[in-house]
């Protein structure tokens, strides 16, 4: 009830910086700047404007900016000026895309005449940043923030008022993205400023410092602050009803949610309803809110009718043109205003006719329920593919989780009423489209790009944005982590990076209108139904697909002929054994209790056993195992599980039935995505390139956190056995070695693309803050361009033409986990960078225990083994040859598959048998050639 509590609480708070854009900050209409301020049509256009009629203006402001840009010498002031009234009108019609447009023309115009550094610019970048903040692109949101704040912080003299607007949002923006201590600074800077500006009424920012105050759980200090809120801006001659009402409503939200006080609240929502629907009107995304927040108020009082009333009636505030009253109705996407706000509205109102359907007995609103969700998540997939950064795509899909798990159970619902395949199959594409959705379309928009009839030139132009974008982000990273950063260099590289960012977006934009094969492979994905998935499987592989909710564990299973599904609850023990296991891999304590550890660590496995696989056990005998984990699953290698406990109670980790005994095990991000990488490439030869660099042995801790490079430098210890591993596995492949003084990072961008098969055995530097920030460590050559630190946005950007990449270093596959996409680390990055398949580590790996492994890995792939059973050949060769403290699973467990499991080389008995046939046919050739020669006649 809390989380719910929290999560409504969150929404209010976004849906209130969508409504109210808080751009006061900017001049409205740029009177005094336009040569043509004194004409007619100026004039008309500012009171049009003022005045909210913004049909009208835009009908007057259009033609004028046609005749502007034709004549022989546009003037720029013009232009800018025609520009950011248009982008003011769409930013009130709802019209965001068109807004942003807009104003990116005017931002042009205004670089162009008052310099990066005015006033007027950063009015741009503040109306900019909020727009972005409203459609849910953060990041860029944040830069043009703080770009706006930086020019204002130096203006002379100071304008404390607009700093205090910039602050305001900035406020805003890091509490929509988690960062509510940031958030709550940033608020409590532009109250200060807001004062010194001597501006009296601070409703606005003490709203946002009361939503601010309930994320950080001082529900005392935000109750009086939404209580001066509502105090200020009731108050004075001229009441801005926008803010008024979203302040009506997000208290009413937290008396309901926090104060206990239902009543109370829903007394502050009919208020909001009544000022909104009078002075905002029906059709407005503010009045859509409130409607929303009230159907909660109703469905908490159990009485779904009046809440689907209301959230119907919120659907029909946020359409342009839909009306219709009737709950079994929705609108088109294509009719949404405001489509953040629509998200939040239609994935509850499924949730209320599953309920309804519940309450009746009536499987019609079940049926209702599905279609609901089924548009919500049409939703999600078009706003997503509005958003051009991966952190924006990242966020909503950690945002969309419970629409998602909703419209899966409501399929499961109405499989188990009716017993119909077709539910069934719903169900598993809702799970699917669930996962790895921003991995999936990453992958696309590189594949669109090669093969989108793009020229070369242009394709070169726009992989090089994203190196400049990344090699930039990365000098800001650092500079900021330093104990006495440069803030005004950090000024400077904020615009330098904005600057990339906006040519970036341009690029994409011109793809996206000039070539429309590239638009269309780049959108146009559809996933794939379960007979296409059995028709691409292996007739002895079975995946096992996983969806973890909060109180039971679904999942499907599917193999060449069949299709099944379980959902079993979840009860203290899942957890229990779930955190004794991470625990017990990840502690490396091999001294203390290790009897104790030792049945731990049976319990643990055995009861994860009969939770994740025991349900399919006759399945999934000696099959291979293809594992799609969701949620924290993605830290558990699955082939540790046991099958049963031994009847012995002495200590033997060697002999356990663990299931890698029967099943080799592989791992992929969705079915989608291994479809997309599941035709294996197998050759009579790989052409194999492994990198062990050297460092300082006087280096102080191999244990690595995040700061600046040269702390990494000085704390990254020798690793012995990587020589060793690299020349064995170079040997045994007749690969290329490159170690010590050759191990360089310039030395793999510039050669690592030749390579079919890549081996890194090497320091993996884990940043939890940004993950895009960890790094493999290669050898830090003096003088070299390079710094020798390989992040993870530098691999994005790489193109590798590798068939396998092993990354044999520590926690190479561990990173910030996101819902539905998985782990967000460095091993990623290589399949953004092309490489199918990926070998990982999910802790930090044991020296010898590694370079043992890896061989016996290699040694099973050049035998013709898949990837899969080579792993698990591998460690059950390396399980029999330990002693018994290295046969503990810490040792050897750590190492997955992920990706495309298929063999890299022909196997031996197909060489063979090629090698016979070849013998065969000479031997035939040269007999028939003898038996020819004998049969001619002798010539006289």
Same mark, same amino acid.
């Given at each position: 009830m809390a989380m719910k509590a929290l999560l409504r609480t969150v929404l209010i708070f976004c849906i209130f910086l969508v409504c109210r854009l808080y751009?006061?900050?900017?001049?409205?209409?740029?009177?005094?700047?336009?040569?043509?301020?004194?004409?007619?049509?100026?004039?008309? /256009?500012?009171?049009?404007?003022?005045?909210?009629?913004?049909?009208?203006?835009?009908?007057?402001?259009?033609?004028?900016?046609?005749?502007?840009?034709?004549?022989?010498?546009?003037?720029?002031?013009?232009?800018?000026?025609?520009?950011?009234?248009?982008?003011?009108?769409?930013?009130?019609?709802? @019209?965001?895309?068109?807004?942003? #447009? =807009?104003?990116?023309?005017?931002?042009?115009?205004?670089?162009?005449?008052?310099?990066?550094?005015?006033?007027?610019?950063?009015?741009?970048?503040?109306?900019?940043?909020?727009?972005?903040?409203? %459609?849910?692109?953060?990041? &860029?949101? =944040?830069?043009?923030?703080?770009n706006a704040l930086d020019i204002y912080t130096r203006l002379v003299p100071a304008v404390p008022a607009e700093e205090s607007r910039v602050l305001n949002n900035l406020g805003q923006? =890091?509490?929509?993205?988690?960062?509510?201590?940031?958030? !709550?600074?940033? &608020?409590?800077?532009?109250?200060?400023?807001?004062?010194?500006?001597?501006?009296?009424?601070?409703?606005?920012?003490?709203?946002?410092?009361?939503?601010?105050? %309930?994320?950080? $759980?001082?529900?005392?200090?935000?109750?009086?602050?939404?209580?001066?809120? %509502?105090?200020?801006? $009731?108050?004075?001659?001229?009441?801005?009803?926008?803010?008024?009402?979203?302040?009506?409503?997000?208290?009413?939200?937290?008396?309901? #949610?926090?104060?206990?006080? &239902?009543?109370?609240?829903?007394?502050?929502?009919?208020?909001?309803?009544?000022?909104?629907?009078?002075?905002?009107?029906?059709?407005?995304p503010t009045t859509a809110q409130v409607w929303t927040n009230l159907a909660g108020i109703y469905g908490l009082e159990e009485q779904t009718d009046s809440a689907l009333y209301c959230y119907q009636q919120a659907l029909i505030a946020l359409s342009e043109n839909f009306s219709d009253p009737d709950i079994a109705m929705n609108p088109a996407l294509e009719e949404i205003r405001h489509l953040p706000g629509f998200l939040s509205t239609i994935r509850r109102k499924a949730a209320a006719l599953k309920i309804l359907s519940e309450e009746s007995g009536d499987i019609r609103y079940l049926e209702l329920s599905i279609q609901t969700y089924e548009l919500a998540i049409d939703g999600i997939e078009k706003l997503r593919n509005q958003f051009q950064t991966e952190?924006?795509?990242?966020?909503?899909?950690?945002?969309?989780?419970?629409?998602?798990?909703?419209?899966?159970? =409501?399929?499961? *619902?109405?499989?188990?009423?009716?017993?119909?395949?077709?539910?069934?199959?719903?169900?598993?594409?809702?799970?699917?489209? $669930?996962?790895?959705?921003?991995?999936?379309?990453?992958?696309?928009?590189?594949?669109?790009?090669?093969?989108?009839?793009?020229?070369?030139?242009?394709?070169?132009?726009?992989?090089?944005? @994203?190196?400049?974008?990344?090699?930039?982000?990365?000098?800001?990273?650092?500079?900021?982590?330093?104990?006495?950063? *440069?803030?005004?260099?950090?000024?400077?590289?904020?615009? %330098?990076?904005?600057?990339l960012v906006r040519q970036q977006d341009s690029l994409i934009g011109e793809l996206e209108r000039s070539y429309p094969e590239y638009y269309a492979l780049k959108y146009g994905h559809e996933v794939p139904s379960v007979r296409n998935i059995q028709e691409m499987m292996d007739r002895r592989e079975v995946i096992l697909e996983y969806v973890l909710g909060e109180k039971e564990l679904i999942t499907f299973c599917i193999s060449p002929d069949t299709f099944t599904y379980h959902v079993k609850?979840? @009860?203290?023990?899942?957890?229990?054994?779930?955190?004794?296991?991470?625990?017990?891999?990840?502690?490396?304590?091999?001294?203390?209790?290790?009897?104790?550890?030792?049945?731990?660590?049976?319990?643990?496995?055995?009861?994860?056993?009969?939770?994740? /696989?025991?349900?399919?056990?006759?399945e999934i005998r000696n099959r291979h195992l293809i594992i799609i984990a969701d949620s924290r699953l993605h830290f558990l290698p699955f082939e540790i599980l046991l099958r049963e406990l031994p009847e012995n109670s002495r200590m033997n980790y060697r002999s356990l039935p663990y299931l890698i005994a029967e099943n080799p095990v592989s791992y992929a991000h969705s079915a989608m995505l291994l479809k997309k990488v599941y035709p294996t490439r197998k050759g009579w030869t790989n052409h194999l390139v492994a990198y062990a660099p050297e460092y300082d042995p006087e280096g102080q801790s191999p244990v690595l956190q995040a700061q600046n490079r040269q702390y990494y430098r000085d704390r990254l210890l020798p690793i012995p056995g990587a020589l060793e591993e690299v020349h064995r596995i170079g040997k045994r492949l007749e690969g290329d070695v490159f170690t010590g003084s050759e191990a360089t990072e310039k030395h793999f961008k510039e050669h690592a693309g030749k390579y079919e098969l890549i081996h890194l055995a090497m320091h993996t530097i884990i940043d939890d803050t940004d993950p895009m920030f960890s790094k493999l460590a290669f050898t830090d050559k003096p003088g070299n361009e390079e710094d020798g630190l390989l992040n993870t946005f530098e691999i994005y950007n790489l193109r590798l033409n590798a068939r396998l990449t092993?990354?044999?270093?520590?926690?190479?596959?561990?990173?910030?986990?996101?819902?539905?996409?998985?782990?967000?680390?460095?091993?990623?990055?290589?399949?953004?960078?092309?490489?199918?398949?990926?070998?990982?580590?999910?802790?930090?790996?044991? #020296?010898?225990?590694?370079?043992?492994?890896?061989?016996?890995? !290699?040694?099973?792939?050049?035998r013709g083994l898949s990837k899969a059973r080579a792993l698990q050949y591998a460690k059950l060769r390396y399980l029999r040859e330990s002693d018994m403290l290295h046969s503990h699973p810490y040792f050897w467990s750590g190492y997955v598959v992920t990706g495309n499991h298929g063999p890299v080389y022909y196997s031996r008995r197909w060489m063979a048998a090629a090698g016979l046939l070849i013998a065969s046919v000479i031997l035939f050739a040269l007999c028939r050639r003898r038996f020819n020669h004998r049969q001619k006649p002798d010539r006289f």
């Open positions: 751009l006061t900050g900017a001049t409205l209409v740029q009177k005094d700047h336009s040569p043509l301020s004194r004409t007619d049509s100026i004039n008309l /256009i500012y009171h049009l404007v003022t005045g909210k009629q913004y049909n009208k203006a835009l009908e007057l402001l259009w033609p004028l900016l046609e005749q502007e840009r034709n004549k022989p010498n546009p003037n720029p002031k013009s232009l800018n000026y025609f520009y950011n009234n248009i982008g003011i009108c769409y930013k009130n019609q709802w @019209k965001y895309e068109e807004a942003i #447009d =807009a104003y990116n023309n005017a931002l042009k115009f205004s670089l162009k005449i008052y310099g990066p550094s005015s006033a007027y610019t950063a009015s741009i970048y503040n109306n900019l940043g909020n727009l972005y903040n409203t %459609v849910g692109e953060y990041n &860029t949101a =944040a830069l043009y923030l703080q923006n =890091a509490s929509l993205m988690g960062d509510h201590q940031r958030a !709550y600074e940033y &608020t409590l800077k532009s109250i200060q400023k807001r004062k010194q500006a001597g501006e009296g009424n601070l409703g606005i920012p003490y709203h946002s410092l009361a939503h601010i105050l %309930v994320q950080l $759980s001082r529900y005392d200090e935000a109750e009086e602050y939404f209580r001066l809120s %509502v105090e200020h801006l $009731s108050s004075g001659s001229k009441i801005t009803y926008q803010d008024l009402v979203m302040t009506y409503l997000s208290y009413g939200l937290f008396l309901t #949610d926090h104060a206990g006080s &239902t009543e109370e609240g829903k007394a502050m929502y009919l208020k909001a309803l009544s000022l909104s629907k009078k002075h905002l009107g029906e059709k407005n952190e924006s795509k990242l966020f909503l899909a950690d945002n969309a989780r419970e629409t998602y798990y909703g419209a899966i159970l =409501a399929a499961l *619902d109405h499989h188990r009423l009716t017993g119909l395949r077709s539910s069934l199959e719903k169900a598993y594409s809702f799970t699917e489209r $669930s996962k790895a959705s921003v991995l999936m379309s990453s992958l696309q928009n590189m594949e669109a790009l090669e093969t989108g009839g793009i020229p070369d030139g242009v394709r070169l132009t726009e992989l090089n944005l @994203k190196r400049e974008i990344a090699r930039n982000q990365e000098l800001l990273y650092e500079e900021e982590k330093k104990a006495d950063p *440069d803030t005004f260099w950090i000024s400077g590289q904020k615009q %330098v990076i904005l600057d609850p979840l @009860k203290n023990t899942f957890d229990e054994a779930f955190m004794a296991m991470h625990r017990i891999l990840t502690s490396r304590n091999f001294n203390d209790s290790v009897r104790h550890e030792y049945h731990r660590f049976l319990k643990a496995s055995h009861t994860l056993y009969r939770y994740l /696989i025991e349900p399919f056990a006759r092993t990354l044999s270093s520590c926690n190479s596959g561990i990173g910030e986990l996101h819902e539905g996409e998985g782990m967000i680390s460095l091993s990623r990055g290589f399949m953004y960078a092309g490489c199918p398949s990926l070998v990982l580590s999910l802790w930090e790996v044991e #020296d010898l225990a590694s370079a043992n492994l890896m061989e016996y890995f !290699y040694m099973g792939l050049k």
